[in-house]
């Protein structure tokens, strides 16, 4: 009866501890769960203030970048001192004359950016070239078909406030004054207006494809055309 007894104890002290364990295993996952929580919510909440701290940076940068794009436009409408000479009879030295068109022809093939090539046609009494007929455009188009591959800028420029997307015009220079585009030959799904696309370049997309217009960034750079009308 004595032994029968001690087992007894013994088998209740073995069920008691067994108990306590489970009831602090039990603890143990509950205060596991409750860290993993905390942990999970300081997390979150540091993403949130990294999310505000970089938008709040690209809208800083936005508001920049537009400050910069609105400088350059209006430095680039102001432009250089226009050299106009309108008893100009003949093309001057380096110019090519097409008859048909009545007007001169510089094709420079220095890469620089859209406003360094306006100031520099301007400072020639020049214009960037304008292209106001289907004429003129197969007269370039063969000219730089002769070259290969390249690219061009163009005289056009997207003026802001004209309607949703603004409107491209031909930029002044020399006698040449701003006008509105009439004739136009854009590859497919051009203008893009994408973005700062405001400058006009000429150029083609595959081997033996035309050569069509484009807007691209202004601070690209490029070999550009003077023209002088006649």
Known sequence: MVFTTMMFLRLCLTISILSINGALSQTCKKDDINQLSDDFSRRINKVKSDITDLTSKISDLDTRLNERITALLNHIRKGAPEIC????TECPEGFIYQRSLRSCYLFVK?????EEAKSSC?????HMIAIESEKEQKFLE????AMGKVWFWLGGIRLEG????GSHVWSEGGCFKSKPLEYTNWFHEEPSYFGVEYCMEISQRSN??????????CCNKMYYICEINL
């Open 142 to 145: 063969r000219k730089l078909k």
């Open 208 to 217: 033996d494809g035309p050569y069509q217009w484009n807007d691209v960034v």
């Open 162 to 165: 004209s309607g949703p997307k």
């Open 110 to 114: 220095e890469k620089v950016t859209w």
């Open 122 to 126: 301007s400072s020639k009494g020049a």
């Open 85 to 88: 000479d309108e008893s100009l």
